[in-house]
């Protein structure tokens, strides 16, 4: 920044040097009059100093001010020299200004899609309004609940249906097409060292998933099973999955690199089956999600699974299946379904991702709380009423 003083028998002519020097963007930090020295001093009107300063940084966020839409008027070319305090204020006010007009067009725009769809209800029956009400309660994306009861409107008259049990019947229906691309892990009984990666954010059930599957493979369906993790960050979690492989009683292998992967995945390569997990990694950090990418690169899995809590909102499911998308994901497995009543989440991100699910998991208990995804019970749970279902 430069400071620079200047001294005029006026104001404006002190002005005008100020600003053919320093630029019109400069700022003026001082005025004030000052006597002349020496003996005549007394025969002279005072003059005028400022104080003046300029500098690059703000002479771009001046710029920018002025080219904003939403910032007060650009002082004319005259008057362009303002005091540093006023300066400061303005660019507080036109930031606030700014996020106050974002604020309003977002309001707008909900308030538009609110219209519009208290349009598109009021014009359907009552009852497919009530199932619309009962979707939107359990959490379904209201896009997506207009759509399904919009559809049901025309499906109902076709009928000749026009009760609430009818329309609830044909709705359950609807819902249960969402829920039909169900693919548990499939183990083809010719085919040896198939390869299961199971991948997702920080606990999330991860670990005990594979757990709960790794017995249930080898207790019920009789299969030769392996584990190896790749979670090294943290000293518990390899213990962890080596005190489920004692208890299940297979084998596991904790590993650090591609290397010892290969090795691991080589020395299971007569089992049935070999999981693999991995450590909760922050959809938010790519380079973790690289160096997944190249474990999965090299191993060439059967199958990798995301593994998704419905503790977390839609939104965030979303984005954090776009991150792990990039490193190939199969099917999707839900967990924690018994920590909400709103199984909303579950159906949104299906629609947006259209991957199958394997699994839903239902507790923490190791080897019970696991289901493979049933349509028709899923579809009563997103018409429940108030956590009951009718
Ligand atoms: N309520 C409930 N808890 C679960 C379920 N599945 C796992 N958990 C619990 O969630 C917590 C985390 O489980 P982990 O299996 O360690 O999760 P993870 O994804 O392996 O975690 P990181 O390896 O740290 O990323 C544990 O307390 C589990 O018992 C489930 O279906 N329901
Ligand atoms: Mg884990």
Redesign the pocket.
Known sequence: MKIKKYIAKDYQTALKQAKEEMGRDAIILQSRQVKRRGLLSFFYAPQVEITVAADNALQVHTDRMRKSPASTPAPAKTDSLITAQTNTAVASRDDELLSELQNMKGLIEDIKSSMYELEQIGGLPEQLQALYEILVNNHVDREIALNIVSNLSSRLSESGLEGYNQARELCLLALQEYFCEVQPIEVAPDKKGTLVFMV??????????I?KLAANMAFTEGKDVAMVTL?TY?IS?AE?LRTFAEIIGIPISVVFDNTDLGTAIEEYKEKDLIFV?T??RSPNNQEQIEELRGYIDTAHPDETIL?LSVTTESSDLLHIYQQFEKVGIDKVIF?????TYHYGTILNTIHEIKKPIAYF????NVPD??EVPDSNKMARLLLRRDGTLS
């Open positions: 997702g954010p920080t606990g999330v059930g991860k670990t005990t998933t757990a979670d943290r979690a962890q997990d450590a909760g593994v967990t924690k379904l018994d920590e998991t239902t507790g923490q709380d696991i």
